[in-house]
């Protein structure tokens, strides 16, 4: 076991032929990290989640890895081991909260977990019954989160997890984040440096569609960051 749980060599994304997003985008995920991802907008962040979560057709990559044996995105155990919140997600409309977690632990073959621990953290009681399309764009996104840590899954993808968040939640979800190396590995993007530098043990710069700098342990600080966004913007 190499002590990875992801690793990707040669990545490449496209909306249309010759005109790549992502391009020549290599990476290792280690068992029991939180890595955030971090860039401008159009630096091809949420098009690389959508593709490791399978939604993405116009990609290739030289090799895919999940814990030590080749895999496909879309290949079942990829699927069990994997769960993504999405910045915006207007999928299950007409479940509700509850309807939606017993399809969801169903789905993930795990048995129907106890949330109220989360539902308290996110302050979400009063909407567990209500439709997912009647819910506001943040109590939307809390529904979500809820199942995201509810179910554990070993590779945790988070599309700019704080949007829509209220303070206290916000705080809240940092908490989980932080804490989930006992479960499994976080990947989350964001464009708020706060949640990257609480939460992370490594950081990736994306530019273009490539990673450009990669801090670790003492280098994730607001002022690395920022110059390194900054030299982007210059660029």
């Not at 969801?104 to 989360?118: E, I």
């Amino acid at each position: 076991m190499s002590g990875n749980i992801l690793e990707l060599q040669n990545l490449s994304a496209w909306y249309s032929a010759g005109k790549n997003v992502l391009s020549g985008f290599s990476l290792q995920l280690r068992q029991h990290e939180v890595v955030g991802l971090i860039g401008l907008n159009g630096a091809g962040k949420t098009t690389f989640l959508k593709t490791l979560s399978g939604l993405h057709e116009g990609f290739h990559c030289d090799s895919i890895r999940l814990n030590g044996r080749p895999a496909a995105f879309r290949d079942k155990d990829f699927k069990l081991c994997r769960y993504t919140v999405f910045a915006e997600d207007n999928s299950f409309q007409y479940f509700t909260f509850q309807e939606y977690l017993s399809y969801a632990a169903a789905a993930y073959k795990k048995t129907l977990p106890d949330v109220s621990r989360l539902v308290r953290g996110f302050h979400f009681e009063d909407y567990t019954s209500t439709l997912l399309k009647d819910l506001s764009t943040g109590s939307k996104k809390k529904a979500f989160l809820i199942t995201a840590f509810a179910l554990r899954p070993e590779l945790l993808l988070l599309d700019e997890p704080v949007n829509g968040l209220d303070f206290q939640s916000t705080e809240y979800l940092y908490q989980l984040i932080a804490g989930y190396k006992e479960h499994g590995t976080v990947l989350f993007s964001s464009h708020i440096l706060e949640s990257i530098t609480l939460t992370s043990d490594r950081v990736l710069v994306l530019e273009n569609g490539q990673i450009r700098q990669r801090f670790e342990g003492s280098q994730i600080n607001a002022t690395n960051i920022r110059e390194a966004l900054h030299d982007e913007h210059e660029l």
